[in-house]
């Protein structure tokens, strides 16, 4: 089961490193990383302010991956719980992130 944490503490702290430079609003539009759909891509203001909004939605998001890992394993669940659980959260945390992201991304685009 300690083996199980770790790799699902190591997937918070990939999450929440990968956040940081969206966060600073450093990162130029391209095909690889940071929030990549039409209306980012076509407006530089644009793609600023949606990946410094991702940036921090993919902070909390890793935070909580961290926070919701210790909660389970200090709950001493059996590990098919633990991971089944750790899986179904971060699966779900994920479409969450992109329809909320998707979403702020369109805001900003009509203003």
Do not use: Q
């Amino acid at each position: 089961m300690l083996a199980l944490f770790i790799v699902y503490l190591l997937c918070g702290v990939i999450i929440v490193i990968l956040s940081l430079p969206l966060l600073s609003g450093k990162i130029p539009p391209n095909h690889w990383y940071g929030l990549r759909i039409p209306v980012t891509l076509n407006d530089k203001s644009i793609w600023i302010k949606a990946n410094k909004i991702a940036g921090k939605y993919l902070f909390v998001y890793g935070i909580s991956v961290i926070l919701i890992n210790t909660l389970i394993m200090l709950l001493k669940v059996s590990e098919n719980v633990y991971s089944i659980g750790m899986a179904l959260f971060i699966f779900f945390g994920a479409i969450i992130f992109g329809i909320t992201l998707n979403k702020a991304s369109t805001k900003l685009n009509k203003k």
